[in-house]
């Protein structure tokens, strides 16, 4: 509810920073938030993958995936499977509820991107250092590689990969500033498409719930495609339709996300740890967030439905918000801040039982509003986190003993320490003593007890 | 006068030592001048020299009364009766018997008198009765030994494979490098992972995360106190902690010594793997289980060379590793929850348990007899003036009279029923039930062992009165003193 009127009514993007994730002194190098935003998945340095809810913000899970770092990670649409790839060549699939490893394939090189399909987690499209992206699917067990047929790219090698929104399409941008798209059940190039510059694409992003297609190039400039005129393409040259670079210090992006809507692009230096947010269909730049000098930026993630950023450098998770101001008129319309202590002189009707001057039909009218019934019992999921082709509401909430539909939490057991366990039961009769009264055990055996023995 | 002002200041507990003489003045009538009044409070006026008694702390009264409740009840403890049944002699001081004979033979008929009862109630067909329980556990306990016979399974599967990649590497020992290599791209560039650096070379990627890696693990340490004797673990002692390095022995930054694969001179990465046949692209357990998992040929470019396959046995070996860790902690896992199996079948079943703890202390109701129940009572509340002398009776004659005390119980039903028939003749069954085990028990135990009884009407007060004292109606106080006074 909160978040519907923030939509309506409030900034969108974070201005201010709020604070650190605890990790226990791993260090982090990339994250990912579920599709609710309701999970953080982190990956460590060390290999080792973090779940931590954002809300409590603890950790639930701990997965020792790798046993180098981590490169990139991956939530299935059902929030229950986590994709994580790494430099130690393979990729791992985790069930998140049970903390057990599905699968783990290895691969030839270092994985630098991996990507689960969004609308099916059989599904995912892997890309390593110097080999061609492969579409993997794991029971049963499949490996396509996309092949690169367009005229002219013999030496090309693709940089860079990603589904489209609903998994329909799969966009690749090589090192020539192409974009070749391919049909994802077929794998065959359905449209390709040159940038205009020949510069190496870095980063392929697909907002959540837009038609927007944002590549990062190596030449420093953030471009926005409608993806449906990349469709039709045919190997010309595509202009942007918003275009957004730092004009001042001309900085390189490490990584760039746009909130759920698309209205914000938000863009992670490489130089400095600041965060770059332009207003996507202006160009304009609203707002810099900076974080400490000196460190090198290695993550930034939005929040899918809060304007919430998260940032990783050095090894630490910063959370960026809003900042929250009071404001107290806004919970009755005559409400006035006063600066000092005023006598109060009230008007003559004011707290009259009934209004003397009123007009009789008014009474009327807030009859007829009572008769409705209100649900108060039923829980209906938020609407806005639907997706437009999604028509069952059902599916959308998980079942009570959380084994089927999406996982929207992860319920913790409270740790508790069972005393029973230390409790053994003794190995012979004489032992017995040590469990009974003292006193009694000292009177069976006519022993005294000293007196103050208590 | 400064004298005597002074002595009638001091109590009497303390007498004052005898003031040095001074001229006394008589006393006057009328008002004192104001000066002598001054030198009178100056004189008064408490000082440190003064020796003032105080009154005693509460701490030291409360010291006081403690020591002399002790000492008297040292001399006034009464002599009581040893608590054996038949035993007509004193007990002894500080024990509830006479001899450990006595106390012997109390409980030897405390545990012939209750433990069969208990035991037969314990092993009664009921939900979640300890027969279900048994089996559950044993269930689990079957569950555990699965998983563990599996992890030991995987276990030779992992030794077995790390053997075979042994084999696969020393067969390559004498090969001579071909000097083909793999052909980058020199325009791309890649940001690393782990500093963050934006524009890396594609060609020294895997080098530059190598050693970038390496760098960030060598600033954390990773040491524990204890050697753990397994294989898979770094274990070399610190000199400046004594701990011992706990990182993944293939892996370690700072202590790692390249093992058989130092004799290498070609890189010489399975070919089986970089040309994609279908056997390779499986997940890597399935291709663990392979019977040749590396097959003959190898990358056959220069060692140091190599971009493409820098370092792939320790990163393999490491990755095994890892799997060998993770069956270590699912074996601890799988003794903990073993250990904790057993110790909950151990405290189920044992005769202390069963002893001390009660079961199904309410019975459940029979529909049928329920009906049956409420019918009587219906009937039986016609003629029901000449059952009220006998409340009084009982009280004294409760224990040897057991006819009359189901008498009673019976009419104390009616009486509840009678009062609140649409509402709680369910709980007036319970009343009759729980008066009838009552009465039968006393009757197993005899009537003049206090302790036993205690345990019987410890459990069994709280089920009748928590009926009792559950439901709301006012009529039912009377039958609560009744019940009371029967329990005793």
């Known amino acids: 509810m909160g978040e519907i009127l923030d939509r309506t009514y409030g900034t969108q993007f974070p201005e201010e920073l709020e604070g650190h994730l605890d990790l226990q002194n791993a260090s982090a190098n990339c994250c990912k938030f579920n599709r609710w935003g309701t999970i953080v998945a982190v990956g460590c340095t060390d290999g080792r993958v973090f779940i931590v809810d954002f809300i409590t913000k603890n950790i639930a899970r701990t997965f020792s995936a790798h046993a180098l770092p981590v490169s990139c990670l991956s939530w299935s649409r059902n929030g229950r499977k986590l994709l994580t790839g790494s430099a130690d060549n393979s990729i791992a699939v985790f069930d998140v509820l049970a903390g057990t490893l599905l699968y783990r394939i290895r691969f030839n090189s270092m994985v630098t991107f991996a990507m689960f399909h969004p609308r099916d987690d059989n599904k995912a499209i892997v890309l390593q250092v110097n080999f061609p992206p492969t579409v993997e699917q794991f029971s049963p067990r499949l490996q396509k590689v996309l092949t690169n047929d367009t005229p002219g790219s013999t030496d090309e090698v693709v940089s860079c990969v990603s589904y489209d929104r609903k998994g329909k399409y799969i966009i690749t941008g090589t090192g020539k500033g192409k974009l070749i798209i391919y049909n994802s059940d077929t794998l065959r190039c359905v449209s390709w498409c040159k940038q205009n510059t020949v510069q190496q694409i870095r980063q392929i992003i697909v907002p959540m719930k837009s038609r927007f297609i944002i590549t990062n190039t190596q030449d420093r400039v953030i471009r926005t495609y409608e993806l449906e005129d990349l469709i039709h393409q045919r190997g010309g040259t595509v202009e942007a339709k918003y275009k957004v670079l730092d004009m001042v210090n001309k900085a390189a992006w490490k990584n760039v996300c746009t909130d759920s809507d698309g209205l914000y692009v938000c863009g992670a230096s490489t130089k400095a740890h600041s965060l770059y947010i332009w207003e996507s269909n202006t160009g304009s730049l609203i707002k810099i967030l900076h974080g400490n000098k000196g460190e090198a930026l290695l993550d930034a993630q939005w929040h899918p439905t809060r304007p919430i950023i998260l940032s990783i450098a050095q090894g630490s998770v910063s959370l960026w918000t809003q900042a929250h101001v009071e404001n107290w008129s806004a919970f009755a319309p005559e409400f006035q801040e006063l600066e000092e202590n005023e006598k109060y002189v009230e008007k003559e009707g004011e707290f009259d039982m009934e209004d003397e001057d009123a007009d009789d039909d008014q009474t009327n009218k807030s009859q007829e509003g009572e008769d409705d019934i209100v649900d108060v019992v039923g829980v209906k999921p938020d609407e806005f986190l639907a997706s437009s082709d999604e028509e069952d509401h059902e599916s959308m909430r998980p079942s009570r003993n959380l084994e089927s539909g999406p996982l929207w939490y992860i319920p913790v057991p409270p740790d508790v320490d069972n005393p029973e366990a230390e409790r053994k039961l003794p190995d012979s009769i004489e032992d017995l003593d040590r469990l009974l009264n003292p006193a009694w055990v000292a009177a069976a055996k006519g022993i005294d007890l000293p007196k103050n023995h208590n | ?488």
């Open chain 2, 1 to 488: 006068m400064a004298s005597t002002s002074s002595a009638a200041m001091y109590s009497a507990d303390a007498p004052p030592p005898p003031p040095p003489q001074e001229p006394v003045e008589k006393k006057k009538r009328g008002r004192k001048k104001k000066e002598v009044v001054e030198r009178e409070k100056e004189l008064k006026r408490i000082n440190e020299q003064d020796y003032v008694p105080s009154r005693p702390t509460r701490q030291q009264s409360a010291d006081v009364r403690k020591t002399r409740r002790q000492n008297k009840l040292e001399q006034e403890e009464e002599a009581r009766q040893c608590l054996q049944p038949d035993c007509i002699y004193e007990a002894r001081p500080g024990s509830k018997y006479c001899t450990p004979e006595c106390g012997r033979i109390l409980a030897n008929m405390r545990l012939t008198g209750i433990l069969p009862h208990r035991v037969q109630e314990y092993y009664e067909d009921g939900p979640a009765g300890p027969r279900t329980l048994d089996k559950e556990i044993e269930d689990k306990m079957a569950e555990v030994k699965r998983e563990f016979d599996l992890c030991n399974k995987q276990e030779q599967v992992l030794s077995t494979f790390l053997d075979k990649l042994k084999e696969f590497v020393e067969r390559q020992i004498e090969l001579k490098p071909l000097g083909t290599e793999e052909k980058f791209d020199d325009t791309l560039y890649e940001g690393c992972i782990v500093c963050g650096q934006p524009d890396i070379m594609m060609r020294k990627y895997t080098k530059h995360i190598e050693l970038c890696w390496s760098r960030a693990e060598k600033s954390m340490s990773f040491g524990a106190p204890e050697i753990n004797h397994v294989k898979i673990y770094c274990e070399v002692q610190e000199p400046r902690t004594g701990a011992y390095c706990k990182r993944l022995k293939s892996l370690c930054p700072e202590h790692r010594k390249p093992m058989y694969e130092a004799g290498l001179k070609v890189c010489g990465y399975p070919k089986k793997w970089s040309e994609g046949t279908g056997d390779y692209t499986n997940t890597l357990s399935e291709l663990i289980a392979l019977e040749d998992p590396f097959g003959e040929l190898g990358c056959r470019t220069k060692k140091d060379v190599c971009s493409a396959h820098l370092k792939w046995v320790p990163s393999l070996r490491g990755t095994i590793e890892l799997e060998q860790a993770c069956l270590i902690q699912k074996i601890f896992e799988l003794c903990a929850e073993a250990s904790r199996l057993q110790d909950k079948s151990d405290w189920s079943c044992n005769a202390l348990s069963i002893l001390i703890n009660r079961r199904n202390a309410a019975k459940f109701i029979d529909k049928e007899a329920f009906v049956r129940f409420v019918r009587k009572m219906q009937e039986s509340t016609k003629g029901s003036e000449q059952d009220d002398t006998s409340i009084y009776s009982s009280e004294s004659s409760s224990k040897e009279k057991t006819d009359e005390d189901m008498d009673t119980a019976e009419f104390l039903a009616t009486l509840a029923g009678k009062r609140k028939e649409e509402e709680g003749g369910e709980e007036a069954m319970d009343i009759e039930d729980e008066e009838d085990e009552e009465e039968d028990e006393k009757m197993d135990l005899g009537n003049t062992t206090p302790i036993p009884s205690q345990d019987v009407s410890m459990e069994n007060p709280s089920s009748p009165q928590s009926i009792i004292a559950s439901s709301p109606a006012s009529s039912r106080r009377s039958s609560n003193f009744s019940v009371d006074r029967l329990l005793e």
